[in-house]
């Protein structure tokens, strides 16, 4: 980490990394097999984090890697059409009929940014509606009241990011349809941009009428409605956000597990909107290692293997942790709520549960502190943010969840 430091800003290739928001250095990772992860100096954890959402699998599947090795013995990239990124394409559309056309980029934040260029050429208008505490990578007009990285930091916005470009974001409450109303009332809204279930503020799950309400109100107001499945894709249901709420957006982002750990992201949704990007339309976006046959072939072997019996397993699994840490709560006495959707799940030190990023806010994020390193020392590696969602994979076994579940009894004890 030292000679990180005098290499990278804060010694890390991303903020989240750097243990800002819970508190003492980052470990350095060696490798990871499964449910586990071993730092340089020997230490397993059994990892929640799982890449921040990526490896869905676990870590170093055999067949993943085995596909990335077939690949790679081809080549590793071309920057011309491959079959590979056709099958990726065709298992998307399968899982995701909405997403009628799409386009590989290698990055969530590619997509979102994409997605909304396409959003503002579709409709003419420029301002776009994102919520409190979600996060949608990096772009400039995202980094408004974002969540992830942001909320950690408390960075109110981002320095560097123009007023005039700010002031073309508006934000709202999650879970506050009124407020959505009345600012699709005030601006000439081109597109609401939303995480169905927040990941990027701890886990916040949509009251039922909240996604119908955008779709209706979107539609109601000429707006464009892109849901970012970036961390949701491909957790909270084998259908995504779509099969889960049954409300259908105009434009999906997806990313992380459709790379199985390599650079994938994807936006896409209705054809008439996708083919206005360039070359068959005009919009502008493109990428040197957009479709990159490696992260294809760990794209195309992770879904072949994430079938409806292993995201079933999965969700069993990942809500037999919520519970037990719900009950490990109930009779420490401490005020806790926790939820989850599928291999995704979180949790927050407060006894209410939490609908909006400013209820997130009031929660112990110092009892969140003692318990992130109290469970850390005791071998689980959770997201060092109190803002962050946690992540199973296929895995973490029964037996992981029991062990995870006694260690963070102990843990919550040490917590105080
Ligand atoms: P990337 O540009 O980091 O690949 O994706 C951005 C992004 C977009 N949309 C959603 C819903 C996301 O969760 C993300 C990225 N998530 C964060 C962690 N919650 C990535 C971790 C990091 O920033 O290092």
Request: aromatic share 8%; charged share 25%; glycine share 10%.
């Amino acid at each position: 980490m030292e000679r990180a430091r005098t290499l990278f800003p804060g010694g890390v290739s991303s903020p989240v990394r750097a243990f800002r928001g819970v508190g003492g250095e980052p470990f350095v990772v060696d490798r990871g097999k499964g449910s586990r992860i071993w730092d340089a100096d020997g230490r397993e954890y059994i990892d929640y984090v799982l890449s921040w959402g990526p490896l869905v699998l676990g870590h170093a599947p055999d067949r993943v890697l085995e596909a990335v090795e077939r690949a790679m013995r081809k080549g590793t990239s071309f920057g011309i059409p491959t079959e590979l990124e056709v099958e990726l394409g065709e298992r998307i559309v399968e899982r995701m009929p909405h997403v009628e056309m799409m386009r590989f980029v290698s990055s969530g934040t590619e997509a979102t940014m994409s997605a909304v260029r396409v959003a503002r050429a579709a409709t003419q208008r420029d301002v776009i509606l994102k919520f409190d505490g979600c996060y949608h990578g990096h772009a400039d007009s995202f980094l408004v009241r974002a969540g992830s990285g942001v909320a950690t930091l408390g960075l109110p916005n981002s320095p560097g990011v123009p007023d005039a470009l700010a002031a073309l974001t508006v934000v709202a409450p999650f879970n506050d349809l009124a407020s959505v109303e009345s600012l699709l009332r005030s601006y000439s809204v081109a597109a609401i941009i939303v995480e169905p279930i927040v990941g990027n503020s701890g886990f916040i799950p949509p009251d039922p009428a909240f996604l119908p309400g955008l779709r209706a109100l979107a539609d109601a107001h000429g707006a464009l409605l892109i849901f970012d499945e970036v961390m949701t894709g491909f957790r909270i249901a084998y259908g995504g956000a779509r099969e889960r709420f049954g409300v259908t957006a105009d434009l999906t982002t997806l990313g992380k597990v459709i790379g199985g750990g390599l650079p994938v992201a994807v936006y896409g949704g209705r054809r008439d909107l996708m083919e206005r990007v360039a070359p068959a339309g005009n919009v502008y976006q493109a990428g040197t290692l957009s479709g990159n046959p490696l992260a294809m072939a760990a794209g195309l072997a992770t879904l072949e293997l994430l079938t409806p019996d292993v995201q079933s397993r999965m969700t069993r699994r990942t809500e037999r942790l919520v519970q037990g840490l719900r009950e490990i709560a109930a009779r420490r006495r401490v005020p806790f709520t926790a939820d989850s959707a599928g291999s995704m799940w979180g949790f927050f030190f407060r006894a209410e549960p939490v609908r909006s990023f400013s209820d997130a806010k009031t929660a112990d994020v110092e009892r969140f502190k003692r318990f992130f390193h109290a469970a850390l020392e005791r071998g689980v590696y959770l997201a060092p943010s109190a803002f962050e969602a946690g992540f199973t994979s296929d895995a973490h076994s029964d037996a992981d969840i029991e062990e995870t579940l006694g260690r963070l009894d102990d843990a919550m004890a040490a917590a105080g």
